[in-house]
C-alpha cells in the first residue's frame, strides 16, 4: 500500500536556528499537501505542491516538491516560538485519498 | 461562520459500549473523512464520504460505522468491537476530487475505560 514516510519525528531548536523536515514516498505522487497542527489543536492546511520541482514560499517557510514527485520537504528560516507545533506532509496519488505522514514535531526553544 | 464542528471535544466511556461522534460542516462540501490520531502514527483514515448516502472503508474501518444521510453531518460510532478506541478523532471535510485541501474539525478525544 501506499506509504509516506515522514523524517525526522521530533526536532528541538533554539529559536532562530532553521528547520527541515523531509517526507518521502514509496510511490509518485500526483500532489503533496502540508499541514500544521498546534498543540492541542487541529491540522490546518498550509499549501499543496503538484508540479515537479515546484519551489513555494511563505514567508519563511519554502516547500519543495522533488523531481520525482516521490519527496517533498518543508524549510522553515529563523524559527519563532510561534512555529511550534506537528507538521504532516499528505500525498495522493490520482483520485485517491491523502495518505498523511507521521508528522515532525517542532519544538523552539526561546 | 463557515466551518467544521465536532462534539463532545472530551468523551468518556466505559468498555463495551458503543459511543457516536458528532461532526457537522456548513462549507457545502462533498467529501468528507474522519481520522484516529495516535501518538507517533499521524492521521490514519477511518471512513470517508464523497456523496450523500455513500461512504468506504478507509485504512482502519475494523471497529467502526458511518452513516451520511446528509451532505452536513457524517457521524461516526465506535463500537464495542474496536479493541483500542481510545485516541484522537478529527473529521475534515473538502471538495470532491483530487487536489482539494481539507478542512478539519476541533477533534473529539475519546477514553475508554
Known amino acids: 500500500g501506499q506509504q509516506v514516510m515522514q523524517i525526522p519525528q521530533y526536532q528541538h531548536v533554539q529559536e532562530g536556528e532553521d528547520f527541515t523536515t523531509y517526507c518521502n514516498s514509496s510511490?509518485?505522487?500526483?500532489?503533496i499537501q502540508w499541514y500544521k497542527q498546534r498543540p492541542g489543536g487541529h491540522p490546518v492546511f498550509l499549501i499543496q505542491?503538484?508540479?515537479?520541482?515546484e519551489v513555494k514560499k511563505q514567508k519563511r517557510l519554502t516547500f519543495q516538491f522533488g523531481e520525482a514527485k516521490k519527496n517533498s520537504s518543508l524549510h522553515i528560516t529563523a524559527t519563532q516560538t510561534t512555529d511550534v507545533g506537528t507538521y504532516f506532509c499528505?500525498?495522493?496519488?490520482?483520485?485517491?485519498?491523502?495518505?498523511f505522514g507521521t508528522g515532525t514535531r517542532l519544538t523552539v526553544i526561546p | 461562520d463557515g466551518g467544521i464542528t465536532q462534539s463532545p471535544k472530551y468523551l468518556f466511556r466505559k468498555e463495551g459500549q458503543n459511543v457516536t461522534l458528532s461532526c457537522e460542516q456548513n462549507?457545502?462540501?462533498?467529501?468528507m473523512y474522519w481520522y484516529r490520531q495516535d501518538p507517533g502514527q499521524g492521521l490514519r483514515l477511518i471512513y470517508y464520504?464523497?456523496?450523500?448516502?455513500?461512504?468506504q472503508k478507509g485504512d482502519i474501518a475494523e471497529g467502526y460505522s458511518v452513516s451520511r444521510e446528509k451532505k452536513e453531518s457524517f457521524p461516526l460510532t465506535v463500537t464495542s468491537a474496536q479493541k483500542n478506541p481510545t485516541a484522537f478523532y478529527l473529521c475534515?471535510?473538502?471538495?470532491?476530487?483530487?487536489?482539494?485541501?481539507?478542512?478539519f474539525g476541533p477533534g473529539t478525544r475519546l477514553t475508554v475505560t
Open positions: 505542491l503538484v508540479k515537479s520541482g
Open positions: 464520504s464523497q456523496i450523500v448516502n455513500d461512504f
Open positions: 475534515a471535510s473538502s471538495m470532491a476530487g483530487q487536489g482539494y485541501e481539507q478542512y
Open positions: 499528505a500525498g495522493q496519488t490520482g483520485a485517491n485519498n491523502l495518505f
Open positions: 510511490t509518485t505522487l500526483s500532489n
Open positions: 462549507l457545502n462540501h462533498d467529501a
